[in-house]
């Protein structure tokens, strides 16, 4: 059932009956990992709800500047990549992925909230949910009107390197690794080379968010999950991940759990590992 408590979902029902309303636009913000081999475009293009645009992370939301991927831009790249897909100012705006509701579609609704947009929701389980209720798709491309998007990014809602390396000596925000555990106590396969996680931090693997079907689970499981963890939301959090998608996941929960602001760590994972220096810690939280 969609969390309808929170402003940042919306469910199937709502989306279909606002399909049509001339302030809402539908974004497919779908991700694979290069190892899955998977081309979200190419689904896009086969099937995507209609009047969906695709946003590609690895283009909207990418510095060309950094070695990392789909590392946060400038605040002129982002608004000229994004009212390009008719998305600004004064429109509700959706999006989904095409494996249910995690990943770059919560990577996506947190870009556009750092970038001062906040009327974006999720779309609670995503394409596989829209399409398990036989409801419409296409594949007709979908040509949209450029829009102005007044960009005022958010520093609050990111975290860099120094930021994180200063926290380790501080404590001042719990940081929280959406990692496999596996990954994070340094025993699983490590994509980014060193394994291990940031000292001090707690670990909730974002799909424990999550129910069966990709939707999210309700207010209390999701506190729940992050009281398990030993987080609080009670204090400032900062998320992380691999390469900064799924620390959204985390983020996104924390926010229906009413944890408005929750920082994510842009880098993540793939600039820890990789940078000499950086403190690395292996074993349980």
């Known amino acids: 059932m969609t969390n309808t408590s929170s402003d940042a979902l919306v469910s199937t ?39 969906a645009v695709f946003y ?4 909207i939301a990418a510095d060309d500047s950094a070695p990392l991927p789909h590392m946060v831009p400038d605040a002129i790249k982002f ?4 009212r390009k897909l008719g998305l600004g100012d004064g429109v509700r705006i959706v999006v989904y992925g095409q494996t249910g509701s ?17 009327d974006v929701a999720v779309l609670d389980g995503g394409l596989p949910k829209w399409l398990a209720e036989n409801r ?3 594949d007709t491309p979908t040509l949209p009107r450029e829009r102005h998007f007044t960009a005022r990014a958010n520093s609050f809602l990111l975290r860099e390197y120094d930021q994180v390396l200063a926290n380790v000596k501080s404590h001042r925000e719990q940081f929280v690794d959406a990692r496999a555990t596996e990954r994070f106590t340094g025993q699983g396969n490590e994509p980014w080379g060193k394994a291990g996680h940031v000292p001090g931090s707690y670990n909730l693997p974002f799909d424990r968010l999550l129910n069966a079907d990709g939707t999210f ?11 398990d963890a030993g987080v609080s939301l009670d204090k400032p959090i900062v998320t992380s991940c691999g390469s900064g ?9 924390a926010y229906i759990a009413g944890k408005k602001e929750v920082a994510v ?4 994972w793939a600039e820890w590992a990789t940078t000499e220096g950086s403190p690395i810690d292996q074993g349980p939280a």
């Open 245 to 253: 998608v799924t620390a959204c996941v985390l983020a996104l929960g």
């Open 79 to 82: 608004s000229a990549k994004v």
């Open 136 to 138: 419409a798709v296409t």
């Open 13 to 51: 029902q709502w989306l279909a009956d606002h399909l049509d309303a001339p302030d809402v636009r539908v974004v497919d913000a779908s991700y694979y990992m290069p190892a899955q081999n998977t081309n979200a475009r190419a689904i896009y293009n086969t099937q995507h709800i209609p009047g």
């Open 265 to 268: 760590y842009d880098g993540s």
């Open 102 to 118: 995690a990943l770059a579609a919560c990577r996506a609704w947190w870009m556009l909230r750092h970038f001062g947009h906040h």
């Open 56 to 59: 590609d992370i690895d283009d």
């Open 217 to 227: 689970k309700d207010t209390d499981a999701i506190r729940t999950a992050f009281t």
